[in-house]
């Protein structure tokens, strides 16, 4: 059964801590995408990665990092320094590096406590 | 820098009216461009999409899109919504197609409740 999965469905974190959230896809898509969901403000790119051990900043990656290890891989980490940590991050992923169609995850809900 | 603009940021509907969203985009060059929806806990899914050719698109579940170049729009349609079309959606843009970036960028949503 193909598709993307993110883990876990909810994570809770503590002011001062560093999260992981977890992102696999099994479609053997070459790029991978972070993004960002607020109520009222859509979907913002965190980061992108079109190939493995290569990634790029979107347009919020302050406080965030990430690593492509692997092609089927991108977790992405939510530092101590990004001040508003508390949203919705859905994980996507393309067949190719322009113009194709993205697919997402289910998302994780990150909540600090 | 690009953006998406969606009009209307709620709406609510009676089953069997039509519908219309809209979305504009500031961008110039060639673009690729998608409608997302995001039902109720669920994943977001790709609606419809517009990459070239008839400016007329059909999509999933009676959706339909038209691309009028000239008003930088792409604004999604729809005859006569059921209950189950309740979901937030979502247009987005690919600038700057054919280059190295496949980043897309997307409007601030449109929620759809459409009532019974």
């Known amino acids: 059964d193909g598709g993307i999965t993110q883990s876990p469905k909810y994570l809770f974190r503590k002011e001062g801590q560093n999260v992981t959230l977890s992102c696999e896809q099994n479609?053997?898509?070459?790029?991978m995408y972070w993004y960002r969901q607020d109520p009222g403000q859509g979907l913002r790119l965190i980061y992108y990665?079109?190939?493995?051990?290569?990634?790029q900043k979107g347009d919020i990656a302050e406080g965030y990092s990430v690593s492509r290890e692997k092609k089927e891989s991108f977790p992405l980490t939510v530092t101590s320094a990004q001040k508003n940590p508390t949203a919705f991050y859905l994980c996507a992923s393309s067949p190719r590096r322009g113009g194709e169609t993205q697919y997402f995850g289910p998302g994780t809900r990150l909540l600090v406590l | 820098a690009q953006s998406v603009s969606q009009h209307n940021h709620h709406v609510i509907l009676s089953e069997a009216a039509s519908l219309e969203l809209g979305c504009n985009y500031s961008y110039g060059g060639t673009v690729n461009l998608f409608w997302y929806v995001q039902y109720p806990g669920q994943h977001l899914q790709l609606l419809l999409k517009?990459?070239?050719?008839?400016?007329l698109v059909k999509g999933i579940k009676g959706f339909e899109a038209e691309f009028i170049k000239s008003k930088f729009s792409f604004n999604l349609r729809k005859p006569s919504v059921q209950w189950s079309d309740t979901a937030e959606y979502f247009c987005?843009?690919?600038?700057?197609?054919?280059?190295?970036?496949?980043?897309?960028?997307f409007g601030t949503g449109t929620l759809l409740a459409v009532q019974p």
């Open positions: 517009y990459f070239s050719g008839d400016p």
């Open positions: 987005a843009v690919n600038a700057g197609y054919g280059g190295a970036t496949n980043k897309l960028i």
């Open positions: 479609l053997n898509h070459d790029a």
């Open positions: 990665s079109q190939i493995v051990n290569d990634f």
